[in-house]
């Protein structure tokens, strides 16, 4: 059985920094692609960033750049996100979630329906 299970969140003032893993079992966590999507109060689930298997390729958000980092320890099948600058419109919850790809560009895979896997979530806060 497959479970992805992210930590890491929590409230933090504007400007400060958080760092986000997502621990996956039950799949061969080196043949996937993952990726990080988030989801404010009535909005729509978006993509924050995702990483190939390898963690040698990697895409963010433009409203992330220059601020948020994803990566992935293989050897601890964990999928990090380091948020620093943090801002009160990164309010949200913040899921992880994995597709069978060994493709060594990512590229393209922004859309939630891109991957079959899914954790439950954590919540961030960044107070205005």
């Known amino acids: 059985q497959v479970h992805l299970v992210e930590s890491g969140g929590g409230l933090v003032q504007a400007g400060g920094s958080l760092r986000l893993s997502c621990a996956v079992s039950?799949?061969?966590?080196?043949?996937?692609?993952l990726a990080w999507f988030r989801q404010a109060p009535g909005k729509e689930r978006e993509f924050v960033g995702a990483i190939n298997w390898s963690g040698g390729s990697a895409d963010l958000a433009d409203s992330v750049k220059g601020r948020f980092t994803i990566s992935r320890d293989n050897a601890k099948s964990t999928l990090y996100l380091q948020m620093n600058s943090l801002k009160p419109e990164d309010t949200a919850v913040y899921f992880c979630?994995?597709?069978?790809?060994?493709?060594?560009?990512?590229?393209?895979?922004?859309?939630?329906?891109?991957?079959?896997?899914w954790g439950q979530g954590t919540q961030v806060i960044v107070p205005s």
């Open positions: 039950g799949r061969t966590f080196s043949s996937d692609t």
């Open positions: 979630a994995a597709r069978q790809s060994m493709a060594a560009v990512v590229a393209g895979l922004r859309r939630p329906g891109d991957y079959a896997y």
